[in-house]
């Protein structure tokens, strides 16, 4: 069945480890631009941090937070979005500083836009971790974070690996969210039932593209449904073995042009998956 639509990752995926898009990968985007299979980034990122880039890479819809909210990045049109409701917020952090006091939380708001972090996370974020600067973060009381419903929840240790931290909220057995990683110091709680391939599925639904149409990239465990969801999942090189797990093929790393390696031999296949 031919690809109809193509979605990527950014970190790690489409990205270098420079946060570059190579001139190689470039063109093999511009390929399939023009052989008129859209590319559609789903990251963890939030707009604002997609948008700069949208013209140069030919980007229409972006897939933001982990799959919580599609967006039209020319007119802003917001197709949908899925919060984290603020009570649920409030029982998992509860139940998680009972065992882990030395936590901090930040809860993204309004699109994106809104960056709500508690006293004390600047200090431990650097830009690179949510393309922000950490003294323009703010400092605010814990129940100032969790006051509003949030497309995420950061939930960050100051020592504790994003892995073992995940073992730590999942045997809460608490319900009502979602809850991952992106390879970043921190997890991510989105919205019950939520993550990339929720929000994948959504979008194609409203493109009229079916999932087996649908190659996908990626690297990371918040990948890794996308990647099982797709008629064609592909992890990097580099991916973490949850991705590596999910997906049907693995291809070279992001800084070895991986993405662009595949779509070079998926447009001279005349775009079959």
Not at 133 to 159: C, N, Q, W, Y
């Amino acid at each position: 069945m031919p690809i109809r639509l193509i979605a990527t990752d950014l970190d790690g995926t489409l990205l270098t480890s420079a946060k570059t898009v190579s001139r190689r990968t470039r063109a093999a985007l511009h390929a399939a631009r023009a052989a008129g299979i859209p590319v559609v980034p789903v990251t963890a990122r939030q707009p604002r941090s997609v948008r700069p880039s949208a013209a140069a890479l030919g980007f229409t819809w972006a897939l933001c937070g982990n799959g919580a909210q599609g967006v039209h990045l020319p007119t802003g049109d917001v197709l949908f979005e899925a919060h984290v409701a603020a009570d649920v917020q409030r029982a998992l952090a509860g139940a998680l500083r009972e065992r882990l006091p030395d936590l901090l939380f930040v809860s993204v708001r309004q699109g994106g836009e809104v960056f709500v972090a508690q006293d004390g996370y600047a200090g431990l974020a650097r830009l690179s971790d949510h393309n922000r600067e950490p003294a323009d973060m703010g400092t605010f009381t814990l129940d100032e974070v969790l006051a509003e419903p949030s497309l995420k929840l950061i939930v960050r240790h100051p020592t504790l690996h994003p892995d073992d931290l995940l073992v730590q909220v999942r045997a809460l057995g608490l319900p009502g969210f979602a809850v991952t990683h992106s390879g970043a110091p921190f997890l991510e709680v989105l919205a019950e039932g939520v993550s990339k391939a929720w929000g994948l599925e959504r979008l194609c639904a409203h493109l009229g593209i079916a999932r087996n149409e649908v190659l996908a990239f990626g690297d990371a465990p918040n990948d890794a449904e996308m990647l099982a969801w797709a008629g064609r999942g592909v992890a990097m090189a580099n991916a973490h073995p949850e991705a590596r797990q999910a997906a049907s093929e693995v291809t070279l790393s992001n800084d070895e042009d991986g993405v662009a390696v595949v779509l070079e031999a998926l447009l001279a296949g005349s775009l079959s998956a």
